[in-house]
T-cell receptor, first 111, second 113 residues
């Protein structure tokens, strides 16, 4: 059965810290891996990764995929209180268009 | 360009009533997906539709749940004879093509009393 596992489940840090969120997956016919940020509303799209070893970057956020080891990481540098959210990882298989989500990592950033 | 729109944002129904949730995809997007998020759980896929077609409904409960995406108008997720266990946040997402990122709406929080 296809599955996505995220770790840690929750993380508490102070502003300015750097955090690394992990996502491992098992899926038949992998197509892509996506990261979303969810506050008290809609999950907001962050990154879509399809190729191994190519880092995607947006401001203080970056992500990379390892298709051999079946995992991805999301890095956030110089964290701010506005980064507090649940970060969701999802994978998509070639033969279907549905996203399979992990349960998320809850990040809390304190001043 | 407006994002994915869902209404209502909050819906309260008594057990046995019907719930209708609406989703208007982003302009130019013809692929719609419905997901359910139960309290303290991750998002679970329910159904994938294109205009007038259900492509994948493997995540839909077999009874009481149905979805449509008519030629004109929003996609609708219908839950008949709601039960307390249907209380959840229902999210709609859309994409322009297969293999593109999905953009999510703000969700409808259904509470069954």
């Amino acid at each position: 059965e296809d599955k996505v596992v995220q770790s840690p489940l929750s993380l508490v840090v102070h502003e300015g810290d750097t955090v690394t969120l992990n996502c491992s997956y098992e899926v038949t016919n992998f197509r892509s891996l996506l990261w979303y940020k969810q506050e008290k509303k809609a999950p907001t799209f962050l990154f879509m990764l399809t190729s191994s070893g190519i880092e995607k970057k947006s401001g203080r956020l970056s992500s990379i995929l390892d298709k051999k080891e079946l995992f991805s990481i999301l890095n956030i540098t110089a964290t701010q209180t506005g980064d507090s959210a649940i970060y969701l990882c999802a994978v998509e298989a070639q033969n279907t268009d549905k996203l399979i989500f992990g349960t998320g990592t809850r990040l809390q950033v304190f001043p | 360009n407006a994002g994915v729109m869902q209404n209502p944002r909050h819906l309260v129904r008594r057990r046995g009533q019907e719930a209708r949730l609406r989703c208007s995809p982003m302009k130019g997007h013809s692929h719609v997906y419905w997901y359910r998020q139960l309290p303290e759980e991750g998002l679970k896929f329910m159904v994938y539709l294109q205009k007038e077609n259900i492509i994948d409904e493997s995540g839909m409960p077999k009874e009481r749940f149905s979805a449509e995406f008519p030629k004109e108008g929003p996609s609708i997720l219908r839950i008949q004879q709601v039960v307390r266990g249907d209380s959840a946040a229902y999210f709609c997402a859309s994409s322009p093509q297969v293999g593109y990122e999905q953009y999510f709406g703000p969700g409808t929080r259904l509470t069954v009393t």
